[in-house]
Every structure is written in structure tokens, then in C-alpha cells.
């Protein structure tokens, strides 16, 4: 077996390249791939997935013989050629899996492709075939998988592959019952499968077979189930499917048992038996039945679902009778007793005709009272079938449903559950419809398992990320309540015992939120719609919670007999007798009972449970209990209400007086803020609410200061003992104050500047370490997710508010951040990685949060130079922590700071694939977050330090700026980090992290938004270390396989379908490498490594399966420069891209000589360049503020978009004008030993040729956009209404090269506008002001990608005329030609007035260009003259530009501008003097010539 099987093909083909695995992902929303060839994808495969239960055909005669042949033609079309060498693996494949050669050959290339597979592997037959064997398993789940995608995504509309979905179904699967027939008869299959002849005869390998087969009947289910959600089954099937329950056991019953003894086994049959029982329950379609009235006569006409044919609903009743009576049928068997009951409870005038005979099955016997709500007395069948799922232990079954991994990612997570997507909203939906069935049948007084009821509903409705949860609880309250209100049934009955019984109200006001778990808090996104609805449910939460009709009370003995009873009894018709009080009652919570109240008996077993008529609070209720908790608990003091004067006859009742014991009760605390933590987190509206409705004038705490006292006292407590931390407590109130945050900040942050014992001070650590300490030995850490939320809400409260608060309050800020810093670095990010974790997520988490708040810090604050200065504070209040972060991390960097940060991105590849190949996709997703927050940290790092040494000061011989010691963080990225291996997988060599940072480029599991971040921070480090001392770090010295990389950059690059934004920064990255890379630029451009110093191997130029030679970074812009035409106008941000490199690369072009020589010998490659030099730019656009109107961010956009392309194409144009120039500049050496004009200057020679054309290159080449007005209005406007915003302070944090022309080109305007509008409040004409500077920033962004753009536009030119002009001298007319332009330009300069410092470098370059023009004319040979009219009008703009007020020459010559124009000035005054003293001695010039140029 050859090795060169592994190679992979640059160019993208589709079979051999895009796996079923990567299929998934982009329907998963996991990956992305552009519509077309994810449809093209789609289509070839569409004969295995429309046959996915039995895929792949077996072997066969023609197959073979067509491998043997050596051409073989794939389903897609593509011809491909099998060397020899691979004709053995080939049938080697298909004997080993029964598989088709062809198909086999597919797979191997897919291997290969897509695989990392170790030379060694590739050598050895048997390891070989293992690995392929395991890859073609995996791809035959992910080809169901993908099946049942497709089904997913064409029942949600909103998929943003809705439609490719819907329309691939539609035609190859256009039945979708006869299709699900068939996986259902293959399910039924496997489960009696034997070992197959074609696998080996050992114990492993037969269990492995088994194993296999139990993951696809999981996956075969799930196909079934999203069938079932995309379209009606008919009554057959769902017929066919329960009677498979029956006889499968729910997927119990295995034939090969004895093979399936591991954990991993027992969990599939797990999730098989859960999704087999949630499958059948949707199939009964119960969410139709619950919101819709049943019309069985529409049913039959419309002959959808199992409805339709009276003959299948009788047999589906008969299979559910023969189910077992097992528990793990009850949910299958109340959601068909719900069926039955609404038949059963049809009038008998609406019952069709067909129907009739089941009908008179149902036989309804009279009504008697029961525990089952139905009021017209149709019992009968419907109520034994009800009653038999209560006593088979329905809600022990519904138990088991939401324990397992279908609803609860983390358990899925645990268990290492196959489940393709555990916690998909669906499941949720069907199980929450088990639910409401149960409500609508049954009186929930009469349940006799509350508690596990009050359990399975929080797990339904509050568990799981915000997205997944908030849906269903929006509909509950929009929906479900208004349908029935049976459905609210036990929420009514919680609330009539509270607050006796208080913990089951709050845990399920706290699901019905809208929130999720309190884990997934962060989950929480932007959307607005998930954000409205989650808003609506809370604001529903906090009503029902804010008027209770009933408060349930424990009568005290003491009160009840005696001289103290205040209670007594009184007869009563109906109840027997009632309870009431003599005197008013204040009972905890506030309210008063007025004297005489009823009190409903509502339990005498033991204490005295009475309920009163009394409507209250119960937020007041839970802020008392608190007051209770915080005074006792902690104090020891007696909780009596403050500021408060009662009538003399009225009696206080405590807690302790109605039955609450809250002195020492964690858990309720910590229940009574979470629910307000859930409710009130970022909704500001509600908070603000529930701030003003709980803040009363009687001298007692408020929401804020109480949980505030809890925190601290906690802390204290925690200090002061050595016993059981109250971490729950602290976390809740960390929690309850990052909600609160946003809406009070002035209570919060004295109140931190106060309490030493959250994050020490003065050198001691605090209490919250120990706290740490505790969570450490536990593995979870919610305390410290808690306050990482906590101090990333302070940031960004002070990064938003910085213009708004005075010098006091902000340097109040500054300390308590910079104390929070510390704290958090060295008592968390330093150690965290060492940590043990009950979930692995906790501690991607916790890195995230760390790293996202220190990349916040860089982007959101100005630059500051290396070394402190007195003055970096001046207009920056939040400088010291921009110096914190630098010099912990750059400047005075340890080990323990370093190693966090590159460890995570070191070891990034081996993890996220074990999570990938286990399945554990969103721990997988966590992993990629906190992956990019570290990628993007040290990004910004970089680019910090590159800033740093940019601006440094300049060595004292020599006016670049001093370079800076170059730092851990790069050698650690070099070199990685000491102790950790680094052994790349199977190689044995090491993998350094910038391999790894390299390889994400390549790597597609990790995504393009990784990928275009990772190339971003490559083409900082190689920045940075550029500017470095000491110098000579390669790059490709420290890549394991740099060709390997080279490769798949340079096939990203040629790939169409790849994001655009990730290949212009491949793009970018190549450029810079190019700049400071010299030994990687020549792999890049040649294809190939040279001999170095490192002693790097010469290795011979790669070539592709098709024997061409290798596509180069070199070869792919010269496509691109081919394809100007194509792209112009489409993607010129890829166009302007590819011509930087180019140019760039002839800048460099002596290192790359051999690269470049059939490249210059191409005269279409010259005249490529040339359309590109001729393409007229026309009048740029304006770049005027915007008006302020509603639709002004559209506006916006479209302005933005075409200043963006106009920026582009005149860099373009720039860069191509350069190229010719370093070409002729390249050339000259050979010129001077008499060699032939370089192919370039052809080019060249034809721009002097035609007067009018080169006229017109000028007047571009001349044209200047920049509008100092606009600045000084953007100025003016912030100095008169923000004077405390420096434009400094919001500058882009991003290297020259990664800035992006646009409206965001220079200043960060969103961060502009949030912060002006913050600062805005509910002031209106603020609010317009920021509004109006918002626009002129945007306007002032749009305003420097023109004039950058056309800057760069003059200076190529410039370069051009000084290359040239030797090369032109011999060119007749065109002294001619280049002194009408040079007269006209000198007049464009002589006529400028704008000023200021851009304007100063506008007009030096400006003179540049004309004295390179003046200087082609001076050595021009040319017998033609220029007109004396065109040498005197020259003349006179040149005395203009001498005397001119607005660049006066003198202050170039005492230096008080830079950069200085001068002696510019003085050679073309020279030339003027030589010129004009030749015309005025020409016979033929006119006397009034000859006087006006002596007058000038």
C-alpha cells in the first residue's frame, strides 16, 4: 500500500471530499457550506439517502471490474483514475465490509481526505483497515443522520435550508409513509440480525458489528421521529409502530443480547427505549388534539393521519390493550387514553357514520365522581384506560423521560449518549404535550404523586438552554392557559399552599420563566425574538405571582388556646366549620388580615393548615423571608419590621407563627434568588419593575441592599468558619447582582469598593478563595461561574457608562476592577486548568469568561504606549487596566499567566475531536467558544504589542521606532508550553501551538469564524515578532507538516465556496508573510522549501493526482488578477486581497527570483494587470452624513458598501501600478548591460502613449476626498455635547492590514453609538446629538477608506514615474505628454486649500508625483517641445505652490511639519528655471509669454 494514497487533491470534488459527517454539521448548523454545493452535495447522494436504511450496494461483478480497469466513474460524474497501488486496498475495503468497489474506492479517497492518519498507519495493511472500517461505520450513521436532518429542517420553516430541504424530500422521498415503512421493517430487522458471514469470527470484532448495529436502530428511530414532525403518518403505521413496541419491547428485545454487555450498550438500549416511547406519543399527534377542537367527519374527508380510517383507530385501540403492563408503556398509554377520551366526549350527533361502531365501543357508563375531569359523564373505556397509565406509574415513566440524555444535554454528555441532538425542542414539545393531556384529564387535586409531578413539569419547563425552553414556556402562557384552564391546574394548586409549602411554587414559577437552567443562563442571546418572548413569560411570572388570592397558614398552638388565641372555630354550612381571627393580623409578607376572615381548612393531620381569603404578594412574601434569613442567619437578631407603627389590637406574626423556619434554611434562600436572578437577568424593563415595586419608605431593606447583606454576611461567615461554606448563597446573590447591575450601578459598586472580603484588598485575599476551595473539591462551580458573570457584568457596565460618570466615580470603578482583575487572574485563570470538573463544560466556561473579559479590556480601550507615562490616563479612566492586561501578559509576562492561554489552543485538536466522535456536540461548542475567546485574546495581544513598538520612540541613529524585546506569550507560541506534550497525532514529532493555530485554517470541524480568527492571530504573532528583537524567529521551523499547510491555504484560496471573509484573511496572511517570512513566503510562492540555515530539506515541487504541478499562492493570484473582470465589482475585497500579495511579493522579488521568471515571461499576465491600470475608477462616492430618519441604518449600509468597493478597486489599482513599478525596478540592472525591455514596461509604455488617456490617470492619481470640514464637525459636535469622548478611545484594534474599508474602518462606531446612547439616557436632544456624531463617525470612517485608498493611489504612481523614467527617455512625444498633465497638476496643488496634518501628507506626496513626472520630461530624448504656453502655466502654479499660506515651504524647512516637501519644492523650482530660461530664449515664444514668465 502506498502512501501517496493519502494525498490529498487540491482541487474540491465533491464525493471523495465532503463526508456524511460534514453534512450533518452544516444542516446541524454545526459547520457552514454555501447553498450550492451543499445542494450539489445533496443531489449525488441522494440514491444512499433516500435507501438509508440499507445504503450501500454490495459487491459486485461490473463494480470490480471497473476498479481493475483503473477509470472508474462516480455517481456525480467525475472520472477517476486508480493507480495499482490502490487497487489492492480497494478490494481489500470491499471484502472487509461487503461493500461495492466503487463505493469503496469513494470511501477510501474520502479517508484520506478527510482523515489524519499517520505514514506508519498507512503502511501497515491491518491498523490501515481498522481506521477505514471505523470511518465507514461512523459514515453510515451520519448518512441517517443526515436523512433525518433533511426531515428536521423541512418542518421548520425558518431553517435557513427550509426550502433545499423541502424540495430534496419532495423528490426523492414522495412518500414519506412508504419510506418510514421501511425503516420501521429495517428497525424490526436489525433487532434479529445475526453476526454476518463478511465479519471476523472473534469475540471483538462481533461485538463491535453488534454495537454498530444497535447505533443505527437509534438513529433509524430518529429518523422515524422527525418524519413523524415533518409530515401525518397515516393509522397503518402508527398501527405498524405500536405493535413493533409491543414486540420489540420498545427496542428491549436483542437478538445478539449476549454481545451487548458494555455500559455503552446498556445506554443505547436506554435511549432506544425513551425515543421509541416519545416516537409513538408523537405519532398520536397530541399537540393538535390538545389546541384543536376534534372533527372526526373533517378527519375522514381530508384522509390525513390515523383519524381518518375508523378501522385503524379500532386496531391501534386493540394493540394498546396488548401492551404490557410494564411502567414503560404508561405515557403510551395515557396519550392514547386522551385519544379516546376526546372521541368519547364528541356528542353523538357529531359522530360520523363510520365511527359509529367504535363509538358505541367506547360505551359511556354515568357519571360518578372521580378523580378524572370529565364533566358530561362519558367515562367508561377512556377512564380505564386513563386509570391503568396512572397505575402502571405514569409519572415514574415521565420521570424517566426527562432524566434522560433527550432532555438534558449535560447528562447526554455524561453518559457519552449516541443521541444525534439531546434537548431538541421537539422532544420537549411531545413530552410537555403527555403533560397537558394529564392536566386536561385528570383533577390534579386527586394526584397522589405531586412532588414527582411538581419535578418532571421543572424538568420539562425549566431545564436546558433559554432557547430550547422559552418557546414552550411563552406558549403555556399565551396558549395553553388561555385553551384550558385545567392546564394551569397545578400552578393553582402550588399557590394554594404557599407559602406553607414554598419550594415547589418557586421552582416551578422559576421554569415557567422562560430562562432554562441556571447553567445555561449564559445561553441567553441577543435575538430579539427569543428575547420578547422570554420577556413575556417572565412578565406573565411576575403577575401571577404579584396578586395571590390565598395565603395558607400553620395555626400555632399557642394561638388557638389561651390567653394569646387569636384564632377560634365557627360552624359552617358547607365546610363543616372554618377558622377565623378575632383581631387584625399582620402576617409576614405585609398584608393584614382584617378580623373575621375565613380560614379554609385545608389539612388537620397533625398542625392546623388553614387558607385564607387574602390577596398579597408574594414578591413581598420571598423579600421578607429574606430580611428573615439575613437578620437571623448571620446576626442572630430578631427579624422585627422597622419603621413600621401597628395599631395596638393588631398582632405581628413571624415566620416561625405560620410554619416557615428560615433562619437556617440555604436552600429556600438560595430558591427564593434564583427565581429572582432568573427573572430579572438581562430584562431590563422587568427589573427596573420589580426595583420600583419592592422599594418601600419604611426603613427595611430593599431587593438590592438585602441581597447585599446576604453576600456579605455570607463572606464573612465564610471567613470567620471553617465549616460548611454557604457557596449557594454566595453564587444566587452574585447572580440576583449581575441582574440588578444595569439598573442600579450606584448601590452596587460603593457597596463592592467596600466589601474587602469578595476580592480582597491591600495584599489579603478575602473570603472568596475560600469559597474556591470548597467548589474545587467538589468539581462544580457555580460560585465561580457566578462571579466571572458578575465582574464581566462590571466591565461592561463601566465600559458603556465611561462618559457619564465624573473623575471620583470612575477611578471608584477603576479600583474595584483593577481588585477584581487581580483577584480573578491569579486565584482563577492562573489555576483553573489544574482543576478537576464534574463537567467539562464548567471548565470551558470559566476560560471563556476569563478571556472574553480581558479581550473586552483590549478592544474597548485607546492605546497605551509599552512603558507607563504620566499622561496615558488623560481622557481614559480605564487605562490601568488596559496596563494590567499588557503587562501580565506581554510586557512583564510569567509562565502561570502564559500557560493557560496556549495550553487551551495547544491541546484544542485532540479534545474536540474525542467530543465530536463521542458525540457531545454542545460540549464541542463550548470548546469552540472558548477556543475562539483565546484566539482572539491573544490576537489582540499582539497587535498591542506590534502597536506599542510602532509607536515607540525612535533609536537615537536612526529615525525607526526602537524595536521590543520580543515576549513569553510569542516564544511560548513558538515553542509551547514547558511540560505539555505536543506530539502531533501518530507523527511522533511535536506540534508546536502555532501548528495548531495553523491547522484550524484547515481543519472544517472547527468552522470558519475559528478559522478566520486563528489566520488573523497568525498574522499578528508574524507582525509582531517582525518588530521584535531579537529577530529570526521562523515560523516554518516550527510547523509539523508546512507544506501540508501551504496546501490547504492555497486550496482555501482557490475555493469559490469559502467564506469570503476567511480567504481575504488567508489572503492577508499570506501578505504579511511575505513582508517578515521570508523561508514560508518562498514555500508559499514556489511551492517549496529552500535550504536554510535550519537545515530545512529541499524537497521536489509537489504535484496533484492529475500530474500538473501544484497550485502556489503565486498561481492563484495571477487566476485572480485573470479573472479582474469577473470579480471587479463582486468581491473586490478578495480582488484588492490577491493584488496586495502580489505586490508585496515584487517588493521581495530578489528573494523570489526563480518563482517569478515564467511568471514576468507571461504577456497575459501583463495584460491582466493591464485592464486592471486602465479600468476607469470614476467620481468617488459622497461620503456625507447620512440624514436622520428611520430607515437611516439601511441608508447606511448601502453607502458603506459602495465607498467599501470604490476603496478597493482604487487600491487595487494602486497595487497593480506597483507591481509594474518593482518589475521595471527589477529589470534596471539588466537594462544597464543591454538587455531587452522587460514584458512590464510594454504596459507601461502604452500608459505615456495617448495624452488624454494619461491626463485622466492623473486627474485620479491626483484626486483627494478628504473632508476636513466633516472631521472638525465630528469634533466640534463631541467636544460641545461628549466632551469625555476621545475619538483615541474607540480607535480599531486591529493590524493596517486586517482593517476592512467601510464605516468601520478607523473608529469602532457601534461602540461609539451604545456608548453615546447610554450616556443619552431619556434625554431626547441628547439622544439626536449622538445620534448625529454616530453618523458623522461613520461618515469620518467612510471619509479615511477613501482617502487612504487614493493615497495609496498617488504613491504608486509616484513610484512608477521614478522607475520609468530612464525607461521612457527614448519614447517620442512624451515629454509632451507628461508636461500638459504636470501643468494641470501643478495647478490642482497650487489651488488646494483644504489644511491640517492629512492634507500636509497629501500635498508631499502630491509634489512627489510631480516631480517624478517633471523628472520622466527632464530625461526624455524627445525632439518634440512642450508648448511654452503649457512651460508658463507650469511656472506660475509652481510660484502658487511656493507661496502658498496653506503649506508655506519655510515651515517644511525648520521641520514644523512631517513629512517635510522642501527640497521637492526646490528641484522642481529647478526644473521650472531650466525650462523656462530655455523658452524665453526660444525664437518662436511670444513676448507676452516671455513677460509672464519672468513676472512668475
Known amino acids: 500500500m502506498a502512501a501517496t494514497s493519502g494525498s490529498k487533491p487540491s482541487a474540491f470534488q465533491d464525493l471523495t471530499d465532503l463526508t456524511f459527517q460534514r453534512l450533518h454539521g452544516v444542516l446541524a448548523h454545526y459547520e457552514t457550506l454555501d447553498f450550492e454545493p451543499l445542494e450539489a452535495a445533496l443531489q449525488h447522494r441522494s440514491s444512499l439517502l433516500k435507501n438509508c436504511y440499507e445504503p450501500f450496494p454490495r459487491p459486485s461483478p461490473q463494480s470490480r471490474q471497473s476498479v481493475q480497469s483503473g477509470k472508474v466513474t462516480l455517481r456525480d460524474g467525475t472520472a477517476l483514475e486508480v493507480a495499482d497501488e490502490d487497487k489492492e486496498i480497494v478490494f481489500e475495503i470491499s471484502k472487509a465490509l461487503d461493500l461495492d468497489e466503487v463505493e469503496a474506492l469513494t470511501l477510501l479517497r474520502l479517508f484520506f481526505y478527510n482523515e489524519d492518519i499517520p505514514v506508519a498507519q498507512i503502511s501497515d495493511s491491518s491498523r490501515l483497515l481498522d481506521a477505514i472500517s471505523d470511518f465507514y461505520y461512523d459514515e453510515r450513521l451520519y448518512l441517517m443522520r443526515t436523512v433525518g436532518d433533511l426531515l428536521r429542517v423541512k418542518a421548520s420553516s425558518g431553517d435557513m435550508y427550509n426550502t433545499l430541504a423541502t424540495g430534496f424530500v419532495q423528490k426523492h422521498i414522495p412518500d414519506q409513509n412508504v419510506f418510514i415503512e421501511k425503516l420501521l421493517q429495517s428497525l424490526a430487522a436489525r433487532t434479529t440480525d445475526t453476526v454476518p458471514q463478511y465479519v471476523p469470527k472473534d469475540v471483538k470484532s462481533a461485538a463491535k458489528w453488534a454495537k454498530q448495529n444497535l447505533k443505527e436502530q437509534l438513529c433509524l428511530l430518529e429518523v422515524i421521529f422527525w418524519s413523524a414532525i415533518s409530515k401525518t403518518t397515516n393509522g397503518n403505521f402508527v398501527l405498524q409502530f405500536f405493535q413493533a413496541a409491543r414486540q420489540l419491547g420498545l427496542g428491549r428485545h436483542q437478538h445478539l443480547e449476549e454481545l451487548l454487555m458494555d455500559e455503552e450498550c446498556g445506554q443505547l438500549q436506554d435511549d432506544i427505549e425513551v425515543l421509541f416511547g416519545v416516537t409513538a406519543i408523537q405519532l398520536l399527534e397530541l399537540d393538535k388534539l390538545l389546541d384543536e377542537d376534534l372533527d372526526l367527519e373533517v378527519a375522514i374527508k381530508r384522509q390525513r393521519g390515523f383519524l381518518a380510517s375508523p378501522k385503524d383507530v379500532a386496531d391501534i385501540h386493540n394493540a394498546v390493550s396488548q401492551l404490557p403492563d410494564e411502567q414503560r408503556y404508561s405515557p403510551l398509554v395515557l396519550s392514547w387514553g386522551y385519544v379516546v377520551s376526546k372521541i368519547a366526549r364528541l356528542p353523538r350527533d357529531e359522530v360520523p357514520q363510520e365511527y359509529e361502531d367504535f363509538y358505541g365501543v367506547l360505551n359511556p357508563t354515568p357519571a360518578r365522581k372521580t378523580r378524572f375531569a370529565v364533566a358530561d359523564g362519558t367515562l367508561g373505556v377512556a377512564e380505564s384506560i386513563l386509570n391503568r397509565a396512572f397505575e402502571l406509574g405514569i409519572f415514574g415513566a415521565m420521570r424517566r423521560y426527562t432524566n434522560s440524555p433527550l432532555l438534558s444535554t449535560a447528562l447526554a454528555a455524561t ?140 395555626l400555632p398552638p399557642h394561638l388557638l388556646t389561651g390567653p394569646d388565641a387569636i384564632f377560634d372555630t365557627r360552624p359552617h354550612a358547607s365546610l363543616g366549620y372554618y377558622y377565623t381571627n378575632v383581631r387584625p393580623v399582620r402576617l409576614p409578607g405585609g398584608s393584614i388580615l382584617p378580623p373575621s376572615s375565613v380560614g379554609r ?38 427579624r422585627r419590621p422597622m419603621g413600621i407603627t401597628l395599631p395596638s389590637e393588631t398582632v405581628l406574626l413571624e415566620m416561625e407563627d405560620i410554619g416557615l423556619q428560615v433562619d437556617s434554611d440555604e436552600d429556600l434562600v438560595a430558591e427564593i434568588l434564583d427565581l429572582f436572578r432568573c427573572l430579572l437577568y438581562k430584562n431590563l424593563d422587568l427589573t427596573s419593575q420589580v426595583v420600583a415595586d419592592l422599594q418601600k419608605d419604611d426603613g427595611e431593606p430593599d431587593l438590592i441592599q438585602v441581597t447585599l447583606l446576604i453576600l456579605k454576611d455570607a463572606l464573612v461567615a465564610s471567613s470567620a468558619e471553617r465549616g460548611q461554606a454557604p457557596t449557594r448563597i454566595v453564587s444566587s446573590a452574585l447572580g440576583v447582582l449581575t441582574a440588578l447591575l444595569p439598573v442600579v450601578p450606584g448601590q452596587i459598586w460603593p457597596f463592592l469598593r467596600s466589601l474587602p472580603q469578595l476580592f480582597g484588598e491591600g495584599g489579603q485575599m478575602g473570603s472568596t478563595p475560600l469559597l474556591l476551595n470548597v467548589e474545587r473539591s467538589s468539581g462544580s462551580y457555580g460560585m465561580t461561574l457566578a462571579l466571572l458573570d458578575l465582574v464581566g457584568a462590571l466591565f461592561d457596565e463601566a465600559f458603556r457608562m465611561v462618559l457619564t460618570h465624573n473623575r471620583t466615580l470612575q477611578q471608584m470603578k477603576t479600583d474595584v476592577l483593577l481588585r477584581a482583575l487581580n483577584f480573578i487572574h491569579s486565584e482563577i485563570w492562573e489555576e483553573h486548568i489544574t482543576w478537576r470538573y464534574v463537567r467539562v463544560a464548567d471548565r470551558f466556561e470559566i476560560g471563556r469568561k476569563v ?137 511522533g514529532q511535536r506540534s508546536e501551538p502555532v501548528d495548531v493555530i495553523a491547522g484550524l485554517v484547515q481543519n472544517r470541524s472547527f468552522g470558519p469564524s475559528i478559522a478566520t480568527i486563528a489566520t488573523h492571530c497568525l498574522s499578528a504573532l508574524c507582525a509582531s515578532v517582525s518588530v521584535s528583537y531579537p529577530a529570526g524567529l521562523s515560523l516554518v521551523a516550527h510547523l509539523s507538516d508546512p507544506e501540508a499547510i501551504s496546501a490547504a491555504y492555497i486550496r482555501l484560496l482557490s475555493d469559490p465556496y469559502e467564506e469570503i471573509e476567511l ?172 538587455a531587452a525591455a522587460p514584458k512590464s514596461f510594454g504596459i507601461v509604455q502604452k500608459l505615456f502613449k495617448d495624452s488624454q488617456t494619461f491626463a485622466n490617470h492623473m486627474t485620479e492619481a491626483t484626486r483627494c476626498s478628504f473632508a476636513p470640514r466633516l472631521h472638525a464637525d465630528l469634533q466640534r459636535l463631541i467636544s460641545e455635547n461628549f466632551p469625555t469622548l476621545t475619538l483615541d478611545s474607540v480607535r480599531v484594534t486591529s493590524l493596517p492590514s486586517q482593517r476592512t474599508y467601510g464605516d468601520h474602518y478607523l473608529y469602532q462606531s457601534d461602540v461609539v453609538h451604545n456608548r453615546l446612547m447610554k450616556c443619552a439616557g431619556s434625554d431626547e436632544s441628547l439622544g439626536y446629538y449622538a445620534t448625529l456624531i454616530f453618523l458623522h463617525t461613520c461618515a469620518v470612517n467612510l471619509d479615511w477608506s477613501l482617502t487612504d485608498s487614493e493615497i495609496l493611489l498617488t504613491r504608486s504612481w509616484e513610484t512608477i514615474l521614478q522607475e520609468a523614467a530612464t525607461w521612457l527617455r527614448t519614447q517620442p512625444n512624451v515629454e509632451t505628454t507628461i508636461m500638459a498633465s504636470a501643468s494641470r497638476m501643478a495647478k490642482v496643488i497650487a489651488e488646494e486649500k483644504r489644511g491640517g496634518e492629512t492634507m500636509q501628507n497629501v500635498h508631499a506626496d502630491r509634489l512627489a508625483m510631480l516631480e517624478g513626472l517633471l523628472n520622466v520630461a527632464w530625461v526624455s530624448t524627445s525632439t518634440t517641445t512642450p508648448e511654452s504656453a503649457q512651460i508658463a502655466e507650469l511656472v506660475r502654479s509652481v510660484r502658487y505652490i511656493a507661496t502658498s499660506e496653506s503649506f508655506p515651504p519655510l515651515d517644511s524647512l525648520r521641520r514644523r511639519t512631517q513629512p517635510s516637501f522642501h527640497r521637492t519644492l526646490l528641484r522642481i523650482v529647478y526644473f521650472c528655471a531650466h525650462k523656462a530660461a530655455a523658452v524665453c530664449k526660444a525664437t518662436t515664444t511670444k513676448l507676452e509669454q516671455r513677460l509672464a514668465i519672468s513676472a512668475d
Open 415 to 554: 453518559v457519552a449518549s449516541k443521541l444525534t441532538e439531546p434537548n431538541n425542542a421537539q422532544f420537549r414539545y411531545v413530552i410537555k404535550g403527555v403533560l397537558m393531556a394529564i392536566l386536561d384529564s385528570v383533577q390534579v387535586e386527586y394526584i397522589t404523586d405531586y412532588e414527582t409531578l411538581v419535578e418532571v413539569w421543572s424538568s420539562v419547563f425549566g431545564s436546558g438552554e433559554m432557547p430550547i425552553v422559552v418557546h414552550l414556556c411563552a406558549s403555556f402562557w399565551t396558549r395553553d392557559t388561555v385553551n384550558s384552564t385545567q392546564r394551569r391546574s397545578l400552578l393553582d394548586l402550588s399557590l394554594s399552599r404557599f407559602p406553607v409549602e414554598i419550594l415547589p411554587l418557586l421552582r416551578l414559577l422559576r421554569a415557567m420563566s422562560g430562562t432554562g437552567g441556571l447553567a445555561e443562563l449564559d445561553s441567553i442571546a441577543d435575538d430579539d425574538i427569543q428575547a420578547a418572548l422570554r420577556a413575556s413569560s417572565a412578565q406573565h411570572v411576575y403577575e401571577y405571582f404579584s396578586a395571590l388570592p390565598t395565603y395558607a397558614q400553620v
Open 851 to 987: 478571556g472574553n473579559i480581558y479581550a473586552e479590556i483590549l478592544k474597548l480601550s485607546p492605546p497605551i504606549p509599552a512603558t507607563p507615562t504620566p499622561d496615558e490616563v488623560t481622557g481614559n479612566p480605564l487605562a490601568p487596566l488596559t496596563r494590567f492586561v499588557l503587562d501580565t501578559f506581554v510586557y512583564k509576562a510569567t509562565s502561570s499567566t502564559i500557560n493557560p492561554l496556549v495550553s487551551s489552543i495547544s491541546t484544542v485538536r485532540q479534545l474536540h475531536d474525542a467530543l465530536q466522535k463521542a458525540l457531545r456536540f454542545v460540549d464541542a461548542s463550548n470548546l469552540d467558544q472558548l477556543l475562539e475567546a483565546n484566539l482572539l485574546l491573544t490576537q489582540l495581544l499582539l497587535v498591542r504589542k506590534h502597536q506599542s513598538s510602532a509607536s515607540a520612540p525612535p533609536t537615537p541613529n536612526s529615525v525607526e521606532s526602537q524595536p521590543i524585546k520580543i515576549s513569553l506569550l510569542e516564544q511560548t507560541l513558538f515553542n509551547g508550553v514547558p511540560g505539555l506534550s505536543h506530539t502531533a497525532k501518530g507523527r
Open 1063 to 1234: 480567504r481575504k484573511a488567508v489572503w492577508d496572511f499570506i501578505s504579511i508573510v511575505v513582508d517578515t517570512q521570508p523561508a514560508l513566503a518562498a514555500l508559499f510562492i514556489s511551492g517549496k522549501l529552500k535550504a536554510s540555515e535550519k537545515g530545512l530539506e529541499v524537497k521536489p515541487e509537489p504535484r496533484r493526482d492529475d500530474g500538473e504541478t501544484q497550485q502556489t499562492a503565486l498561481s492563484v493570484a495571477c487566476d485572480v488578477v485573470a479573472s479582474s473582470a469577473a470579480l471587479w465589482d463582486v468581491t473586490p475585497s478578495l480582488h484588492n486581497a490577491a493584488l496586495t500579495m502580489l505586490d508585496l511579493v515584487w517588493q521581495h522579488a530578489l528573494e523570489h527570483l526563480d518563482s517569478l521568471t515564467k511568471t514576468r515571461e507571461d504577456p497575459q499576465f501583463w495584460q491582466n494587470l493591464a485592464w486592471i491600470v486602465s479600468k476607469d475608477l470614476g467620481e468617488p462616492p459622497a461620503n456625507v452624513v447620512t440624514a436622520i430618519e428611520q430607515a437611516f441604518e439601511e441608508e447606511h449600509t448601502k453607502q458603506s458598501d459602495v465607498v467599501a468597493a470604490y476603496s478597493h478597486h482604487s487600491a487595487s489599482k494602486a497595487h497593480a501600478l506597483h507591481v509594474l513599478a518593482m518589475d521595471l525596478k527589477l529589470a534596471a540592472p539588466d537594462r544597464l548591460k543591454g
Open 601 to 638: 381548612v385545608i389539612s388537620n393531620q397533625g398542625a392546623v393548615v388553614v387558607s385564607w381569603s387574602q390577596q398579597h404578594s408574594g414578591w413581598e412574601m420571598l423579600l421578607d423571608i429574606l430580611r428573615t434569613y439575613q437578620a437571623r442567619a448571620f446576626g442572630g437578631r430578631s
